[in-house]
């Protein structure tokens, strides 16, 4: 029961963090006006962050699904799930004060830790395991994160005048969605995880929404890799009805 608890106030910590810091000012500022402060190119529009809430409410169930059934695992297991899930909580209430009190470099090194935390928990499931109550949650999470992550990098080198090796923004717009797009398809290749490549198609929708006309180019990329996303989830699950 204690594992549980601590569980549910750690991400309960994490919304509401979130919630003041997104929607009143935490240090002065809300997340968002931070993040509009530079003209960032790898970022969604406002309203693809709605899936966040949609995380925190499947989080939730999880961890009741979790109290269920963690009679059924080893003691080694649930302790190693809770430290995961306790760490990446913890991990996420740093990154938000660290954000809103200036420290970009510390967001960066959060973020990339965060990610590694996280993709340690999510190899703690069943290979296979695409359950809603099961590793679902936790694909979706992963994915967003190392969307935020890209972005939160990509603050960073434009923040410190990062010249891009003498490439383009916008073409290193296209390179950080051509890695993702990577990324999203070795878990779906290797772990039939679909759920986590359609939070790439998601996001990937959204930046293309944002940079609308003015950035053609990389709403153009944004829209094509989206659809070799949505082209190889067709693909390999038709291959495994076969």
């Known amino acids: 029961m204690s594992r549980i608890l601590l569980m549910t106030l750690s991400l309960c910590t994490v919304i509401l963090l979130n919630i003041t810091a997104s929607f009143y000012s935490l240090n002065g500022n809300t997340t968002g006006e931070i993040t509009s402060r530079l003209p960032l190119l790898f970022l969604p529009a406002n309203y693809v962050l709605i899936i966040c809430w949609l ?91 190392f969307i935020t992550t ?49 939070v790439f198609v998601w996001a990937f929708i959204g930046i293309a929404v944002k940079n609308g006309t003015e950035e053609l180019f990389i709403s153009a990329a944004a829209i094509f890799l989206s659809a070799v996303i949505i082209a190889c989830i067709f693909l390999f699950s038709s291959r495994r009805t076969h």
Do not use: E, Q
């Open 150 to 198: 890209v972005s939160n990098i990509s603050y960073f080198l434009m923040i410190h005048g990062w010249t891009g090796f003498g490439l383009s923004d916008p073409l290193w717009a296209v390179i950080f969605l051509t890695i993702s797009t990577a990324f999203a398809l070795h878990f779906m290749y290797h772990y039939k995880d679909y759920v986590m490549n359609l």
């Open 55 to 145: 995380l925190y409410i499947m989080i939730f169930f999880w961890i009741f699904n979790f109290k269920k059934t963690f009679h059924k695992m080893s003691s080694a297991h649930r302790n190693r799930v809770t430290f995961l899930f306790v760490v990446s909580c913890l991990l996420h209430i740093a990154w938000i004060s660290l954000w809103h009190f200036g420290f970009f470099t510390g967001t960066v090194i959060t973020k990339i830790v965060l990610l590694i935390v996280l993709l340690t928990l999510y190899v703690t499931f069943p290979k296979m395991d695409n359950r809603m109550l099961g590793r679902v949650p936790f694909s979706l999470l992963t994915g967003w994160i």
